[in-house]
């Protein structure tokens, strides 16, 4: 056998290989979860190692909590898209008005207001706002946690996905149902012992600090409990999507 | 070294070599440009945990900013270009962090940092006249294609073993879905700003070193040397 056909045929195996390889990991990937729904994409191997790594290393870890005295004296809100009529109108009610709506997978749909969550059971965290252009705060969250929420409406067991809504059109965003239940994701409602204020999300705004600030959508009133982002925008979960944004953003 | 034949092929840089180097040469350059596009949305840096347009900043970089959120004395905005830069720097990062894994076993297991790259006593004695010649640009004395100088040992050494794994942890440092998980990676750093800001430092090193790796082959002779790298041999000339 000549040199070229024996490295031919080493080529040939090892892609043959690989790609065996691949389809096994990729199925074993889908089933445990550790594939990203924007895992499709010329970025997606990069994508993907970054949210199976994450997660197979540790699916309950905790974000990081810091004392007090590191609150940050001068948070920064980043600027919003202006506020719409419907927006105002619940703000000039001081948001006794606005309701945050759980539907989907659940066994029975529910509609909370703000007074409604504020009489369950709190939980606050004193995290970092990591933007992913660079810049973080730290402050004291207070709100629901989420998966109190998530419990009132029932979670079906083929949920896999939360998606979640901003009052702003074009902010939506999802998280795995993991993310969802992690004892740190909360629905803000308290932000430094105060009313979380509006520039900051107010009046619900949804916390998930081991993920970047886009992930913690602001004026949050609506969330689906579904098996597949499909039929969610593009179906990559995210409203970001045109801006390249990842959708794990643990990174 | 066979004087007789000045033309004789010698062999020279191995292929684990060789392949690592090119891999790692398209990483670096796509985390540089991708690096550089995000630093645009905010191009300040500050040391501790937190910092933000509300605080004082350690170091401001004289250039636009892709966010309106940052005074640069700019009167304008460039594009958002976070998007695929993001991706297109953690795509890269794999791919560097597992050339930067298979060269360093190899490298253990073929004695390739030992013969190659830690000096012997020799270069060590040697170093001030290798410093002498470099300074002097002297083309003859550092220009041995078959073998590294102190000096270059030296340097790649760093650029191994202290540079490449500074940037990478501090760029995990950055990460809150891994800093969740080992929270003293940023701790030991001082906080995720610090962590950002010595992750810039290490790539202007990384840059530094890149400037002169480069401007050193074109002195020493550029294309006997990138042939040397892709080849395996060495033209002796």
């Known amino acids: 056998m000549s040199n070229i056909s024996r490295r031919t045929l080493l080529a040939g195996g090892a892609i043959a290989a690989g790609t065996a390889l691949g389809a096994a990991l990729s199925k074993a990937g889908q089933r445990f979860g550790l594939v990203p729904p924007d895992a499709g994409g010329i970025y997606g191997t990069g994508e993907t190692l970054a949210y ?14 810091f004392p007090r005295e590191m609150i940050s004296a001068r948070p920064f809100a980043n600027a919003v898209s202006p506020h719409s009529a419907a927006f105002r109108r619940h ?21 909370l207001s703000v007074a409604q969550l ?4 709190a939980s606050s965290q004193v995290t970092e706002v990591t933007c992913e252009e660079g810049w973080s705060y730290v402050a004291e969250w207070t709100g629901t946690p989420l998966a109190s929420v998530l419990a009132m409406a029932g979670v079906r067991p083929t949920s896999r996905y939360i998606v979640y809504y901003s009052s702003d059109p074009d902010w939506w965003e999802s998280i795995d149902i993991d993310e969802a239940m ?41 969330i689906v409990l579904t098996d597949s982002l499909d039929g969610f925008g593009d179906g990559s979960g995210q409203s970001f999507v045109n801006d390249g944004y990842a959708w794990y953003a643990g990174i | 070294m066979p004087a007789s034949d000045p033309h004789a092929a010698t062999p020279r840089h191995s292929r684990a070599v060789r392949i690592t180097h090119w891999l790692t040469t398209i990483a670096f350059a796509a985390l540089l440009v991708s690096g550089v596009e995000v630093l645009l949305s905010h191009p300040r840096f500050y040391w501790g945990e937190v910092g933000n347009v509300n605080t004082t900043p350690l170091l401001s970089i004289p250039v636009p900013s892709s966010r309106d959120a940052v005074r640069t004395g700019y009167d304008f905005v460039l594009p958002d270009q976070n998007g695929w830069s993001r991706a297109l720097h953690f795509q890269a990062a794999w791919l560097a962090l597992i050339v930067g894994f298979f060269y360093v076993v190899i490298g253990l297991r073929t004695g390739h940092f030992r013969q190659n790259l830690i000096p012997a ?20 004395a550092m220009s041995s294609i078959t073998s590294y100088n102190g000096l270059q040992r030296l340097s790649y050494l760093a650029v191994v073993f202290v540079l490449f794994p500074l940037v990478v942890w501090t760029g995990l440092a950055m990460a809150p879905g891994f800093t969740s998980l080992v929270p003293s990676a940023v701790a030991l750093l001082g906080g995720r700003q610090s962590a950002r800001t010595l992750h810039f430092l290490g790539t ?34």
């Open chain 1, 91 to 111: 703000q000039a009610a001081n948001f006794a008005t606005w309701r945050l709506h759980v539907h989907g997978q659940v066994t029975q749909p529910v509609t």
């Open chain 1, 52 to 65: 199976a790594a994450h997660r197979v290393l540790g699916r309950n870890a905790l974000a990081r909590e």
């Open chain 2, 121 to 140: 006593d020799r270069r060590w004695r040697a170093l001030r006249k290798d410093i002498g010649d470099h300074l002097r640009l002297d083309r003859v």
């Open chain 2, 204 to 237: 202007i090193g990384l840059v530094l070193f890149t400037l002169v790796h480069v401007t050193m082959l074109i002195i020493a002779g550029f294309r006997p040397r990138v042939v040397a790298m892709i080849t395996g041999t060495a033209e002796q000339s």
């Open chain 1, 118 to 121: 504020r009489a369950m059971p």
């Open chain 1, 182 to 222: 992690h004892p740190q994701t909360i629905v803000a409602w308290g932000m430094n012992g105060a009313d979380l204020p509006v520039p900051f999300g107010g009046p619900l705004r949804l916390r998930v600090p081991r993920q970047l600030g886009y992930k913690s959508v602001k004026f949050m009133n609506r």
